[in-house]
């Protein structure tokens, strides 16, 4: 009986120290989570006062970690290693104790933190005729998000720049039904929305994909945008095109957001013609390498100019085409990117998917000049 017991009280004692250890390492798995969450959790990409920034995720030598009840002492570490075009940070944390038997422990995880601007965080991704939360509020996903719902089926919305002018739309289906002016209003006849946004990444060096996910800006503000409208041959009105930089204001822009009007006239209400971004200097060829003019990429999975209809599958206008063809519905988030053309002797190419995010689909393909 007394060898028994013996053994029964070494059973004892391993039970306690290995519920001890999974305890400890239950907690440093907690640490190590709060410091990850922590990273991810910026609400603005460069440095401001008061508020957590992407810039400000950096290495932190092993500090001890208060707050925690267990018989040990806890030090975490934390490395952070910036991608080479700082689109992303690669972030470390190690947490290390002691145990009973005073044997050294660590928890080690990593992740990878990206730098989008919390704003635009997937929204280069989102198929154009859709959004990744239908109906959100209630209306139509082609009703702006600053629009004020008006309570009768209607929401007023004020375009960037727009001072005493709104756009009503109808909340069912996103098509704009009136112009007002000073609060005297005009009926629209089949107006249907054009929106998107034109992202930046003009830095010396030829872009990455993975920089064409996540462009750093900053806006250059003197862009805009026209629609040359060539179906209806004689539309109502000329296509009405409104842009302002996002997010305001305009000393911390990384992005511009453009709305266009576009008027249509019935059986059919629909119109055909091409975006093009104004206000650029743009570079004489695909291949012309110059340092000082810029190229127009689209976002498009359909690196080519091919006509609406063509290819298999047959490319849509929500694909974000060349030339937009028979287009009946609102078009949303048909969105550019603007590099530089080139260093001076290389030409710059617009970027391609990034193969390391497959649920991301950053592809682009020449706008202005087009190939």
Same mark, same amino acid.
């Given at each position: 009986?007394?060898?028994?017991?013996?053994?029964?009280?070494?059973?004892?004692?391993?039970?306690?120290s290995?519920?001890d250890i999974?305890?400890?390492?239950?907690?440093?798995?907690?640490?190590?989570?709060?410091a990850?969450e922590?990273?991810?959790?910026?609400?603005?990409?460069? #440095?401001?006062?008061?508020?957590?920034a992407f810039?400000?995720v950096?290495?932190v030598?092993?500090?001890?970690?208060?707050?925690?009840?267990?018989?040990?002492?806890?030090?975490?570490?934390?490395?952070?290693?910036?991608s080479?075009?700082?689109?992303?940070?690669?972030?470390?944390?190690?947490?290390?104790?002691?145990?009973?038997?005073?044997?050294?422990q660590?928890?080690?995880?990593?992740t990878?933190?990206?730098?989008?601007?919390?704003?635009?965080?997937?929204?280069?991704?989102?198929?154009?005729?859709?959004?990744?939360?239908?109906?959100?509020?209630?209306?139509?996903?082609?009703?702006?998000?600053?629009?004020?719902?008006?309570?009768?089926?209607t929401?007023?919305?004020?375009?960037?720049?727009?001072?005493?002018?709104?756009?009503?739309?109808?909340?069912?289906?996103?098509?704009?039904?009136?112009?007002?002016?000073?609060?005297?209003?005009?009926?629209v006849?089949?107006?249907?929305?054009?929106?998107?946004?034109?992202?930046?990444?003009?830095?010396?060096?030829?872009?990455?994909?993975?920089?064409?996910?996540?462009?750093?800006?900053?806006?250059l503000?003197?862009?805009?945008?026209?629609l %040359?409208?060539?179906?209806?041959?004689?539309?109502?009105a000329?296509p009405?095109?409104?842009?302002?930089?996002?997010?305001?204001?305009?000393?911390?822009?990384v992005?511009?957001?453009?709305?266009?009007?576009?008027?249509?006239? #019935?059986?059919?209400?629909?119109?055909?013609?091409?975006?093009?971004l104004?206000?650029?200097?743009?570079?004489?060829?695909?291949?012309?390498?110059?340092?000082?003019?810029?190229?127009?990429?689209?976002?498009t999975?359909?690196?080519? %100019?091919?006509?609406?209809?063509?290819?298999?599958?047959?490319i849509?206008? #929500?694909?974000?085409?060349f030339?937009?063809?028979?287009v009946?519905?609102?078009?949303?988030?048909?969105?550019?990117?603007?590099?530089?053309?080139?260093?001076?002797?290389?030409?710059?190419?617009?970027?391609?998917?990034?193969p390391?995010?497959?649920?991301?689909?950053?592809?682009?393909?020449?706008?202005?000049?087009a190939?």
């Amino acid at each position: 009986m007394g060898f028994g017991m013996i053994g029964v009280a070494a059973m004892q004692s391993a039970l306690r120290s290995n519920t001890d250890i999974a305890r400890q390492r239950s907690e440093a798995v907690r640490i190590a989570e709060e410091a990850i969450e922590r990273a991810r959790a910026y609400s603005v990409v460069n #440095s401001a006062a008061g508020r957590a920034a992407f810039a400000d995720v950096a290495s932190v030598g092993p500090s001890t970690v208060d707050g925690y009840t267990t018989n040990t002492t806890y030090t975490r570490t934390i490395t952070v290693t910036d991608s080479a075009a700082q689109a992303f940070k690669t972030l470390v944390v190690d947490v290390d104790w002691a145990d009973r038997a005073n044997t050294s422990q660590r928890v080690r995880m990593a992740t990878v933190v990206h730098r989008t601007p919390p704003e635009l965080a997937a929204a280069l991704s989102i198929s154009g005729n859709r959004t990744a939360v239908q109906m959100p509020g209630g209306r139509h996903a082609a009703v702006p998000r600053s629009a004020v719902d008006q309570g009768d089926g209607t929401s007023v919305f004020t375009p960037p720049g727009g001072g005493s002018t709104t756009w009503i739309f109808e909340n069912a289906t996103g098509f704009v039904t009136q112009i007002c002016i000073l609060g005297s209003c005009t009926p629209v006849g089949g107006g249907r929305l054009l929106h998107g946004f034109i992202a930046f990444a003009t830095a010396a060096a030829g872009p990455s994909p993975a920089l064409a996910e996540s462009p750093p800006g900053p806006a250059l503000l003197s862009v805009g945008v026209t629609l %040359n409208q060539t179906e209806p041959a004689s539309p109502p009105a000329p296509p009405l095109c409104v842009w302002g930089p996002f997010p305001d204001p305009p000393a911390t822009a990384v992005a511009i957001e453009y709305f266009c009007l576009i008027r249509t006239l #019935s059986p059919l209400f629909q119109w055909s013609g091409q975006t093009q971004l104004s206000g650029l200097t743009l570079a004489a060829s695909v291949a012309d390498p110059s340092a000082s003019a810029f190229r127009v990429c689209r976002y498009t999975p359909y690196r080519n %100019n091919d006509a609406v209809g063509s290819g298999s599958p047959p490319i849509k206008n #929500s694909d974000h085409p060349f030339t937009y063809a028979a287009v009946s519905g609102a078009l949303l988030n048909q969105n550019f990117l603007v590099i530089r053309a080139g260093d001076g002797s290389t030409a710059f190419d617009c970027p391609a998917d990034d193969p390391a995010t497959p649920l991301i689909n950053g592809s682009t393909f020449h706008h202005q000049p087009a190939p």
